[in-house]
């Protein structure tokens, strides 16, 4: 079975500019998981969707941030104007959306660097 | 709320030696347990799962076992190899309905040497 699929891989674009990061979770799955992952920070869930809504956007930064789910199968992620301070690993994750104590499947992410 | 601690990296070990890396949580509710690794340039992977008090989650060698009475999932393998060299996550989900949270600890980076 085809995994979390991320795209693109790897992105480095100048400050100001605007980043789209894209995602297709496991078919049949109903949640949907932004991550974003630094050193200093670590880990750190920035929203997630059920059923395509999102449930808690708790997580995202500031307003330069807004994520979308327009059906089950893609979401994205996306950065207007993007910083420096956003260089990061950003990933994907999809689990059943049966309840909760599920395990989540992750993307390879997208390294994100901002020059 | 729900809190997951892990010990501090990072963990330097020869090939073939005894692992442990420790896992505390602090939940209100009943959760379920996971280990999570992470290779270089990766994603992350599950790596064991434990859903019950006294349940033994194991793979590729590792085990972890849901220690209700002390808040513990210790992860543990008897012989590690080079390959196991990554960063590895404790993490916890409620079993609440209607929350899909993944709850981590802040990662541990093992490197083993041969």
């Known amino acids: 079975d085809a995994g979390v699929i991320q795209s693109p891989r790897h992105e480095v674009t100048e400050m100001g500019q605007e980043v789209t990061l894209r995602c297709k979770p496991i078919?049949?799955?109903?949640?949907l998981f932004w991550y974003r992952q630094t050193m200093m920070r670590g880990l750190e869930l920035l929203i997630y969707f059920n059923n395509n809504v999102p449930i808690d956007d708790s997580g995202m930064p500031e307003d330069r941030f807004s994520a979308k789910m327009p059906n089950a199968s893609f979401s994205t992620l996306k950065i207007q104007p993007s910083e420096p301070r956003d260089s990061a690993v950003y990933f994907c994750?999809?689990?059943?959306?049966?309840?909760?104590?599920?395990?989540?499947?992750f993307g390879d992410g997208t390294r994100l660097s901002i020059l | 709320g729900d809190s997951v601690t892990q010990m501090e990296g990072p963990v330097t070990l020869s090939e073939e030696a005894f692992l442990t890396i420790n896992c505390t949580y602090t939940?209100?509710?009943?959760?379920?347990l996971f280990w999570y690794v992470q290779y270089p340039g990766e994603g992350l992977q599950l790596l064991l799962k434990a859903t019950k008090a006294d349940d033994k989650g194991s793979n590729k060698g590792f085990e972890a076992t849901y220690r209700k009475e002390t808040t513990s999932f210790h992860l543990e393998k008897g012989s590690v190899q080079v390959s196991d060299s990554a960063v590895y996550f404790c993490a916890l989900s409620d079993r609440n309905f209607g929350n899909e949270k993944l709850t981590f600890g802040t990662g541990t980076r093992l490197t083993i040497i041969p």
């Open positions: 078919s049949g799955h109903n949640s």
């Open positions: 939940a209100t509710g009943y959760p379920s």
């Open positions: 994750a999809s689990s059943p959306g049966t309840g909760g104590g599920q395990p989540q499947h």
